[in-house]
């Protein structure tokens, strides 16, 4: 069933075009990204679909009944009530029909009630037809579903006040909030910003198994190959559909680019071929009508335009000034946290010259707490520090807290540099996309992907040789991100950082430094050992636990029959949806055939002779004693 469409929209900021000729469509069930450059109009263009934007041109088309679910970015949920309490909210119509059922059954156990006939049988039927409405709409699951989200989203203590919870909690509450209400097309702007790695895996497999349609803007690359089967591209105004997941959107972008070019330099040559024949025979009498005839031809030819390739992308590089000692960072028993209450305690690692250190955790863990201690931000709460020799310090913000004043681009840069001149700092922030007017821009009032890209243009112009990164990668786009990690797989200094990006941390890090409450663990690799040495030490405990005795080894065998059996019921669920999606796939062609059978009953033609009538007729009969049999089917498959 086709939910939504967009055709030909066009939206101005003024007398600025933003997006023109837009085409989107969403059917029940699809799961779509839209890609592009920060400021390309993504968000723009969400918000326009979920109706809190206008637009200047083209229509969208929506059901009535279709309901929207619209998460905009770093969207807060403001409450006074408890967490339980609001997620309770999301079925409060679900509370008045239980409560009009208790009402109900207390009436049917007065005892007088018998003594009524009439008014005994319309109390059974009005609590029997609630209760179906009840159980319909989840009445006796839904405080499990509420369970389920938010231990998914990392809530534990549900009777905490909303009000005390920290920015990065509210947006995951917004976003379980809308989860709950399950709208018929659920919009999500960047909704991984605030998420660490479990609860991004466990979002990804909750949208997998959604009922609706999904449209999502997302950095996210792991996140969107897991999610998405669709892509639309927003570039230079225009949109652009791909089929498929985002590294599938990649390779077939990278193929039509190809593509187009070998086409139009195929058409060059063929053109210049055409002209220079015109040119050395069109005086000569011999050949002048075959130079004539060329000419017509080219005159006629639709002349390709040059393939568009990628808009122009960020260029830089982090260099140092001088070198470090080999030995960068010595962290020993350290306890972080704010106004002495320890958020993590017996911290030890140690970095050396060249390394780049992920460090991981759930969120609330003390990651960025831990960098801000290291730079002398917050004071260490116990422990040691100690600092190698010759270290200059690079870091940058995951809030860019610092970029809030009202100086223009150019000055902010310019008055951390003043011995530089115009022309170094105008290249500077060109290599960061900050251009011609770009520079005269208020700092205050830049993007988020804007103010991240100012603050690696100040990191890059830092020659630092330790760079520690508070999530670098949050409001850049998918671009940038790439650039980013090319120039500081290039960086000959040491990096230390925090980020939730899975491909991001791969290609960065050389070693992984796990933060829990009481403790630290370092795993020599990237990312994906890290995850190999976690499984291998689940496995080692598992082991031990089995080998502790008879208790354990029945628990073991239990454990591994629930898996086979869970295993089995998982293949003939797979086999469930296989044969319902060949099933609809017949209904929808032999519903198209039922149709095109009728539409031919219809035409003069046909109805004038009596054997097609016949013969349509019956095939037409076929078809639909076919379809009967296949509902049925559908029928018991859906159940």
Known sequence: ?????????????????????????????????????????????????????SHDGGEIIKPKEVNIGYLAQNTGLESNLSI?????????????????????????ADPHIYDDTVKYERIMKEYDLLQVKFKEQGGYQY?????????????????????????GQKTRLALGKLLL???????????????DIDTLSWLEQYLQSYDGAILIVSHDRYFLDKVVTQVYEVSRKQIARFTGNYSSYLDQKAANYERE??????????????????????????????????????????????????????????????????????????????????VSESISFRAYKGESIALVGPNGIGKSTLLKTIIKKLPALSGTIQYGTNLSIGYYDQEQAELTSNKRVLNELWDDYPLKSEKEIRTALGNFLFSGDDVLKIVSTLSGGEKARLALAKLMLEKANVLILDEP???????????????????????????HDRYFINRIATKVVELSRHGSAEFLGDYDYYLEKKLEQEELAALAL??????????????????????ESKKLERQRKRKLEETELRIEE???????????????????????VLEININNEKAKAELEQLMEEWAELAE
């Open 143 to 167: 405080e499990a579903d509420i369970r389920s989200v938010l231990h998914g989203l990392n809530f534990r203590d549900n009777s905490l006040m909303i009000s005390s919870l920290s920015g």
């Open 84 to 108: 339980w309490e609001e997620m309770l909210s999301v079925f409060e119509h679900l509370g008045t029909m239980e409560r009009s059922l208790r009402k109900l059954e207390e009436q049917m």
């Open 181 to 195: 209400t399950r709208p018929d097309i659920l919009i999500l702007d960047e909704p991984t910003n605030h998420l």
């Open 261 to 342: 070019m070998k086409l139009f330099e195929k058409q060059q040559q063929e053109v210049a071929n055409l002209q220079d024949f015109i040119q050395k025979n069109l005086a000569r009498a011999s050949t002048t009508k075959r130079a004539q005839s060329r000419r017509k031809k080219l005159e006629k030819m639709e002349v390709m335009d040059r393939p568009l390739g990628d808009e122009k992308s960020a260029t830089f590089s982090f260099g140092i000034e001088k070198q470090s000692g080999n030995d960068v960072l010595m962290v020993d028993s350290l306890a972080v946290g704010y106004d002495g209450e320890k």
């Open 590 to 612: 032999l519903e198209e055939q039922i149709q095109e059978y009728e539409q031919q009953l219809c035409k003069p033609e046909v109805f004038q002779n009596h054997e097609m």
């Open 1 to 53: 069933m086709i939910l939504l469409q967009v055709n030909q929209l066009q939206k101005y900021y003024g007398a600025d075009l933003i997006l023109s000729n837009i085409k989107l469509e969403l059917q029940t069930r699809d799961r779509v990204a839209l890609v592009g450059r920060n400021g390309a109009g993504k968000s723009t263009l969400l918000k326009i679909i979920a109706g809190h934007l």
């Open 473 to 499: 990668t949050n409001h850049l786009d998918l671009d940038s991100k790439e650039v980013l990690e090319n120039a500081l797989i290039d960086y000959p200094g040491t990096i230390l950082f925090v980020s």
């Open 546 to 567: 089995a080998a502790s005795g008879k208790l354990a080894a029945e628990k073991e065998a239990l454990e591994k029959n629930s898996y086979q059996q869970d295993k």
